[in-house]
C-alpha cells in the first residue's frame, strides 16, 4: 500500500456550481458506477462511503456577483467537506473527496490545514491539473469559483473563501506544486510568479519528462511536509484519453504518463489525502472516463502492473 492508513472515507462533494457547464455533479454517482470502492477494497483497504454532501442546485439560487458566483453555497458546502476530511484525518483515515468540480479543493483542502494545525505537522499539495486554479474574484474573466481554489488556498482572494473553516491561507507556496498546466489566464500568471509556487507546465514535461519532474517534486515536498494532499482534475489528462470533463484542454499528460505520476506517488509513501474533480459523464462515452480515473485512484493507492 501506499500509506499506512488502510482506512478510506469516500466523500461525494456533487457541486457544479462552480463552473458554467454543467454535469460535473454527476461525477461522484459516475465514479461509483465505475465500481470505486470495490476496486479499492480488492487493494486491501477497508472503504467507507460517507455519501454526498447535499447541495442546492443553481435554479433555485440567485448570483449576487457575477465575479463570484454562488459564493454563499460553495462555501456553506465546501464548510461541511472541511469539516468530514478533519474528522476522517482524525480517525486516522485517508478522506477521498469525490467531485464535482474543482472548487471541492476549498473545502478539502481547508480540512487538511485544520488537522495539520492540531497536529504540529506542515501541509503540503500537489495540484494537477490543466489550469492553475489561482484566479480571485479581481482577476477572473468568468467569475467561476472552481477556478479560484488554489488562489484562496494560498491565503489570496475573497475573504469568504480565504478564511473558509480555518482563518487565513491553509498552505505555503514553497509547499505547494503544480502539474500538467497549460492553460493560464493573466491574472494567475502574476500570482505565480508573485508568490513562487513551483509550476511545471506540459512544455516542462515534454522537454524533460514527467519522471524525472514527479521525482523532483516529490523530493522537494518530502523534505519541506508531514502531510501531501494530492488534488486532481480529471482535465490534466488529454482529451483524447478523457473527454469526459468539465474543461477539456488539448495537450495533456497521456495514458502511461498519467499513471506513472500516480504510480511515482504511491512508490514514495506519501498520500495522505485527495480530491478527484471535474469528471462529467454527461460528455462522456460511456463512463469511459470515470473509468480511468477509478484506475488513476487506483494507481496512486498502490495498485501495480506487477
Known amino acids: 500500500m ?3 492508513k488502510t482506512g478510506i472515507d469516500l466523500i461525494g462533494f456533487p457541486m457544479d456550481l462552480g463552473a458554467d457547464r454543467r454535469g460535473v455533479d454527476m ?3 459516475a465514479l461509483r458506477i465505475a465500481c470505486l470502492r470495490e476496486r479499492l477494497g480488492q487493494l486491501g483497504y477497508l472503504v467507507s462511503d460517507l455519501g454526498d454532501i447535499p447541495i442546492e442546485i443553481r435554479e433555485r439560487l440567485l448570483v449576487d456577483n457575477p465575479r463570484l458566483k454562488y459564493l454563499q453555497e460553495i ?6 467537506l472541511a469539516g468530514m476530511v478533519e474528522e476522517s484525518l482524525a480517525a486516522d483515515r485517508l478522506p477521498l473527496c469525490i467531485g464535482g468540480d474543482h472548487s471541492i479543493g476549498l473545502g478539502s483542502i481547508a480540512g487538511v490545514a485544520a488537522s495539520c494545525r492540531q497536529r504540529g505537522s506542515t501541509p503540503g499539495v500537489l495540484w494537477i491539473d490543466a489550469h492553475p486554479d489561482m484566479n480571485t474574484e479581481s482577476t477572473t ?9 488554489l488562489a484562496a488556498s494560498l491565503g489570496y482572494g475573497h475573504p469568504g473563501l480565504v478564511n473558509l473553516h480555518v482563518p487565513g491561507a491553509k498552505v505555503a507556496p514553497e509547499h505547494t506544486a503544480l502539474i500538467a498546466v497549460r492553460r493560464i489566464d493573466p491574472g494567475e500568471r502574476e500570482l505565480i ?3 513562487g509556487v513551483m509550476v511545471y507546465t506540459m512544455t516542462d514535461i515534454d522537454r524533460r519528462g514527467l519522471a524525472e519532474i514527479i ?5 522537494i515536498l518530502a523534505r519541506r511536509v508531514q502531510h501531501l494532499h494530492v488534488s486532481f482534475d480529471l482535465d490534466s489528462v488529454d482529451p483524447e ?4 470533463v468539465g474543461t477539456p484542454v488539448p495537450g495533456g499528460l497521456n495514458y502511461r504518463e498519467a499513471h506513472l505520476l500516480m504510480e511515482t506517488i504511491a512508490e514514495y509513501g506519501c498520500l495522505a489525502s485527495m480530491d478527484i474533480a471535474e469528471v462529467n459523464p454527461i460528455v462522456d462515452s460511456r463512463n469511459q472516463s470515470a473509468v480511468f480515473a477509478v484506475e488513476l485512484i487506483a494507481s496512486v493507492l498502490g495498485m501495480r502492473i506487477l
Open 241 to 244: 484519453v478523457a473527454v469526459g
Open 27 to 29: 461525477g461522484p454517482s
Open 141 to 149: 474573466p468568468s467569475g467561476n469559483i472552481h477556478g479560484m481554489p
Open 75 to 80: 462555501v456553506r458546502r465546501a464548510e461541511i
Open 193 to 195: 510568479r508573485q508568490t
Open 215 to 219: 521525482d523532483e517534486v516529490l523530493d
Open 2 to 4: 501506499t500509506t499506512s
